[in-house]
Nanobody, 123 residues
Framework: QVQLVESGGGLVQAGGSLRLSCAASGRTVTSYAMAWFRQAAGKEREFVAALSKSGRSTYYADSVKGRFTISRDNAKNTVYLQMHNLSPEDTAVYHC????????????????WGQGTQVTVSS
């Protein structure tokens, strides 16, 4: 099974940018569809963005469309989430996960989460 470690979070002002990284080990990221999820304090975990196994298709939650970009670097075995024009509503712990598309919803393939990376956006 693949192990995933997220990094790149931090404190940023509204309108700023961050790039999150998800480093994989154990398996290559090209073996799976990958996605980012986030969980704000007191809220349910929600889908943010997904990248198909082929790497040719991307999917985004409406709330981040046009601001976030998911990508991967096969040589580094890493998945990224580039975030622009951040708002306080983006404040959350961000997790990456192997994911599957069930109907029209991206869900984690395994019930196993890393520590995530905290993103805090100040107004």
């Amino acid at each position: 099974q693949v192990q995933l470690v997220e990094s790149g979070g931090g404190l940023v002002q509204a309108g700023g940018s961050l790039r999150l990284s998800c480093a994989a080990s154990g398996r290559t990221v090209t073996s799976y569809a990958m996605a980012w999820f986030r969980q704000a304090a007191g809220k349910e975990r929600e889908f943010v963005a997904a990248l198909s196994k082929s790497g040719r298709s991307t999917y985004y939650a409406d709330s981040v469309k046009g601001r976030f970009t998911i990508s991967r670097d096969n040589a580094k075995n890493t998945v990224y989430l580039q975030m622009h024009n951040l708002s306080p509503e983006d404040t959350a712990v961000y997790h990456c996960a192997v994911s599957v598309l069930r109907g029209s919803t991206w869900v984690p393939a395994f019930d196993s989460w890393g520590q995530g990376t905290q993103v805090t956006v100040s107004s």
